[in-house]
């Protein structure tokens, strides 16, 4: 069994910053890509950053040169720096794994429980 689990979120005024931490465990044979993403009330969930096992990232325009996307893959961990922030930064956000299990061959999709971060203006 696999999970994700999160922590950081919560509450920041504009102009701050929060770290979002998400660490994969469980029956893991290999991780490969990583990410956030969010979704806020009445919208559909959007990526936020990714990132691939080589370090190579994608980010949403909308956050691009305020956040900062990072993995440890010896921890299998995955963290969000997210600098500048905005009201419009409010959102439940998700962390996101493809990790192949070591019980079957193929790489599977999965979600963290999710971490609310609160922005104020």
């Known amino acids: 069994q696999v999970q994700l689990v999160e922590s950081g979120g919560g509450l920041a005024q504009a102009g701050g910053s929060l770290r979002l931490s998400c660490a994969a465990s469980?029956?893991?044979?290999?991780?490969?890509?990583m990410g956030w993403y969010r979704q806020s009330p009445g919208k559909q969930r959007e990526l936020v950053a990714r990132i691939a096992t080589g370090g190579s990232t994608i980010y949403a325009d909308s956050v691009r040169g305020r956040f900062t996307i990072s993995r440890d893959n010896a921890k299998n961990t995955v963290d969000l720096q997210t600098n500048n922030l905005k009201p419009e930064d409010t959102a439940v956000y998700y962390c996101y794994a493809v990790i192949t299990p070591t019980t079957i061959t193929r790489a599977l999709e999965f979600w963290g429980q999710g971490t609310q971060v609160t922005v104020s203006s």
């Open positions: 469980g029956s893991i044979f290999r991780v490969n890509a």
